[in-house]
């Protein structure tokens, strides 16, 4: 690492913390505890390594900080809910819907006229994600992916909030989202009957690794690399997700939900990476109207 230079070491960062990221759904499955259980765990270790690492910074807050957290909580309750429901590559595909709504809602907030590409990239995302309620679907498998689609609404509200405060309330609003959530969730461990030695150990890698310890290699990689890039590398959490979910535990995605996968992150990644691109804005001025 000492031969890397910041920016190189700020790409290796923000793979990492995608690749623990994209190992959630398959602790989720294989833990037996229900989405509650291992919600409250799942935050009340990010909880506490959130303080052990960003110290006071944690504590930081106004307004803003606590419907961020709010919003927080809901992204990570919801996320657990639709993974224990439905199979974790829709609860993974439905919830990086998230551009979607900001897209649609950004400007009617910031009161901006709606780009053509954003248009395009909406209507091409929606197709995609009708895709994932075609075919035989139990109603388990239909209540999940509502509950997916639910997550990446308040995942597009957190990022809309985080955008509206300031930089130094980005770990306070975190750390009391995973409070919130321990918080809620507290009076469901006292219903656990099978708490062995592995579950903890799996619960707890959620908690320290998934979220704590991944968010916080992000937050150094992303002071070091463009915005474009932290975003593009963590596409790979949705990404292999299921696979890990595939290999450790079985489960086979349906055909149409991963080709509305690809069509989603695909449209995303056209609109993000491409179109947001200085050379790109210059020449796309010159070809449309």
């Known amino acids: 690492m000492k031969?890397?230079?910041?920016?190189?070491?700020?790409?290796?960062?923000?793979?990492?913390?995608?690749?623990?990221?994209?190992?959630g759904g398959l602790f989720i499955k294989l833990v037996p505890f229900n989405a509650m259980?291992?919600?409250?765990?799942r935050s009340f270790f990010a909880a506490l390594v959130f303080l052990v690492i960003f110290k006071k910074?944690?504590?930081?807050?106004?307004?803003?900080?606590?419907?961020?957290?709010?919003?927080?909580?809901?992204?990570?309750?919801?996320?657990?809910?639709?993974?224990?429901?439905?199979t974790a590559a829709n609860a993974i595909f439905l919830q990086y819907t998230?551009?979607?709504?900001?897209?649609?809602?950004?400007?009617?907030?910031?009161?901006?006229?709606?780009?053509?590409?954003?248009?395009?990239?909406?209507?091409?995302?929606?197709?995609?994600?009708?895709?994932?309620?075609?075919g035989k679907l139990s109603l388990g498998d239909i209540r999940g992916n509502i509950l997916a689609l639910l997550s990446g609404v308040a995942f597009a509200a957190f990022l809309l909030g985080m955008r509206k405060n300031?930089?130094?309330?980005?770990?306070?609003?975190?750390?009391?989202?995973?409070?919130?959530v321990s918080i809620i969730c507290f009076s469901s461990?006292?219903?656990?009957?099978?708490?062995?030695?592995?579950?903890?150990?799996?619960?707890?890698y959620l908690g320290i690794f998934q979220i704590g310890i991944a968010y916080a290699i992000f937050s150094y990689g992303l002071k070091r690399v463009y915005a474009i890039e932290a975003s593009l590398i963590s596409m790979i959490e949705p990404v292999?997700?299921?696979?890990?979910?595939?290999?450790?535990?079985?489960?086979?995605?349906?055909?149409?939900?991963?080709?509305?996968?690809?069509?989603?992150?695909?449209?995303?990644?056209?609109?993000?990476?491409?179109?947001?691109?200085?050379?790109?804005?210059?020449?796309l001025k010159r070809v449309i109207p």
């Open 37 to 41: 259980q291992i919600s409250f765990f």
């Open 240 to 283: 292999l997700n299921p696979v890990w979910v595939f290999l450790g535990y079985g489960e086979v995605p349906s055909f149409m939900a991963i080709v509305g996968g690809i069509i989603i992150l695909t449209a995303i990644a056209i609109r993000a990476f491409i179109f947001e691109s200085p050379a790109m804005k210059a020449r």
């Open 98 to 134: 998230a551009p979607i709504y900001v897209l649609i809602f950004e400007p009617l907030i910031n009161k901006i006229k709606y780009e053509k590409i954003n248009i395009v990239t909406i209507l091409f995302c929606f197709i995609g994600m009708v895709l994932f309620f075609v």
């Open 166 to 180: 300031k930089k130094e309330y980005q770990f306070s609003s975190i750390f009391y989202g995973n409070i919130l």
């Open 57 to 86: 910074e944690v504590f930081y807050a106004n307004l803003f900080t606590f419907i961020n957290a709010v919003l927080y909580s809901g992204i990570l309750i919801l996320f657990v809910m639709a993974t224990k429901m439905t």
């Open 189 to 204: 461990i006292s219903e656990i009957s099978n708490f062995t030695a592995s579950n903890f150990l799996m619960v707890s």
């Open 3 to 23: 031969h890397l230079h910041e920016h190189q070491k700020g790409l290796l960062a923000v793979f990492a913390a995608g690749l623990l990221w994209s190992t």
